[in-house]
């Protein structure tokens, strides 16, 4: 047997024979990071037992008689489930991390394995390449015999079915590769949301510890007057309807009644309430950051910049989702797609592009469109106040919020917030926020007789 078929065939047992798995080397995660993993999972149901207990007794006194020591017993238990929350949030950061990791870990993994992989079968088709060169007879000649060249022969074919195999697995590999990596890229759009509600959080607990403070130190008549507040059932009408109703992360303020009448709008074609439409456009609101202050600048790369300090923004749109679909809009509403504000993305991950009020990103909102277009009779524009309150509206409705009932819509502003992770533990603050600014714009609603 030649020297060359023998180096072949040695590199061929040796590399491309052997297991093409990334079952054993990717699957392989930092065990240090399981078992933290699994610590983190632990504590986290131990916390998410004691935010139930507090929700239960928040519910109870809800339904007591209105008094201040009422009002400061609801103020002690929001603030101890939001502190527990806050814990609850940090421990899940940090099993987002880890799980960052592990796939950081596990990529890394499959591309050096690819480029191994890639080196050998480049040596072994080049000595391939150099043995089909050869003329036949030469071949015969230093084979010694017909049995021994055909015997050479076959083992060459065998080996080109194997190098095929082998790129079939490096092609699968570099599925498994692109698989993680949009693992990774869901995990930072999570980390992102849990930073969020991380701060809102610290928020809630700084109010309420202030309103707490406050209703503690109020004088004898003080407390008198607060007791006969809380027993009034309505207020002022004329005040209530001029208050303002602020987005503030979007910059938009209007009259209560002006936001009410817009968002009856939009309840008369999805059957939405007025009052949780309102609480959740607005919890959108002030939870949002670098809303609506960016250009797209690149279509290519998704690239935009800011629009007060010209900073470029690597991750403004995602070139390979919202890019088109954006272009798409702005042309049909006779925008220019370089001078249309879209929310910039957050400094360390995730992308921004979100449009208008409702903050929709394009292709989600590509995937309301033709609803749209058929409830309010024209071409949707994102940057419309009552069709971005539809859509937002419409949105909600698909959630099952329609149903008007406490549970649905609860469950609905976890889905329009999270989405398939709807159910997780860790956003349930978000619900409960929404539900509970949802029931004091009704009292408001109520009281301007809507």
């Known amino acids: 047997m030649q020297p060359r078929f023998i180096l072949i065939a040695f590199i061929l047992s040796g590399v491309l024979f052997a297991p093409f798995s990334f079952a054993q080397e990717g699957a392989q995660d930092d065990i240090s990071n399981i078992d933290r993993r699994e610590e983190l999972k632990k504590e986290l149901n131990k916390i998410q037992g004691e935010i139930a207990t507090y929700r239960s007794e928040i519910k109870e006194k809800q339904g ?31 099993a987002t991390e880890l799980s960052m990791e592990t796939n950081n870990i596990k990529i ?36 010694g015999d017909l049995s021994d060249f055909f015997e050479y022969q076959k083992y ?35 980390q992102y949301k849990l930073k969020t509600l991380q701060q809102a959080q610290k928020a809630d607990v700084s109010s309420r510890k202030s309103q707490k403070g406050g209703l503690l ?14 027993s009034r059932k309505e207020r002022d009408i004329d005040q209530i309807r001029s208050q303002l109703f ?3 992360g979007i910059g938009i303020s209007m009259p209560l009644h002006k936001a009410y009448e817009i968002a009856q709008s939009a309840s008369n074609v999805t059957g939405v309430r ?53 272009l798409q809009i702005t042309q049909e509403l006779g925008r220019d797609p370089y001078n249309t504000l879209v929310s910039c993305p957050h400094p360390n991950y995730g992308y921004g592009g979100a449009m208008g009020p409702a903050q929709f990103i394009p292709s989600t909102w590509m995937g309301y469109k033709d609803r749209l277009t058929t409830l309010l009779g024209h071409t949707p524009d994102p940057w419309d106040l009552t069709d971005a309150f539809t859509a937002s509206a419409f949105k909600l409705a698909n959630g099952g919020a329609n149903a008007q009932t406490h549970s649905a819509e609860w469950k609905a502003a976890m889905v329009y917030y999270a989405g398939s992770r709807w159910n997780k533990p860790v956003y349930s603050f ?12 009704q009292q408001e609603i109520t009281a301007m007789g809507g």
């Open 156 to 190: 060459l074919d065998n080996i080109q079915i194997s190098l095929h195999g082998s790129l079939v697995n490096i092609k699968q590999s570099k599925q498994n590769i692109e698989q993680k990596q949009q693992e990774l890229e869901d995990e930072r759009e999570s």
């Open 108 to 143: 890394a993994e499959f591309s050096d394995k690819i480029e191994r992989e890639k080196l050998v079968i480049a040596e072994i088709m080049r000595a391939i390449y150099e043995e089909d060169a050869r003329d036949v007879v030469e071949l015969i000649m230093s084979a």
């Open 64 to 94: 007591e008689e209105k008094s201040l020591s009422r009002e400061v017993a609801i103020l002690e238990s929001q603030i101890n489930k939001t502190q527990l929350e806050l814990g609850q949030t940090a421990l899940a950061i940090r």
């Open 430 to 441: 978000y619900g409960d926020s929404v539900m509970e600014l949802a029931a004091a714009i």
């Open 274 to 326: 007025p009052a949780f439409l309102l609480a959740v456009l607005k919890q959108e609101s002030s939870w949002g950051k670098n809303v609506g202050q960016c250009f797209l600048v690149d279509p290519a790369t998704g690239a935009g910049k800011g629009k007060n300090t010209g900073n470029i923004y690597p991750r403004t749109m995602k070139p390979t989702r919202d890019v088109q679909p954006f």
């Open 217 to 230: 130190n109020l004088t004898r008549d003080q407390k008198r007057e607060f007791e006969r507040a809380l």
């Open 246 to 248: 602020l987005l503030e």
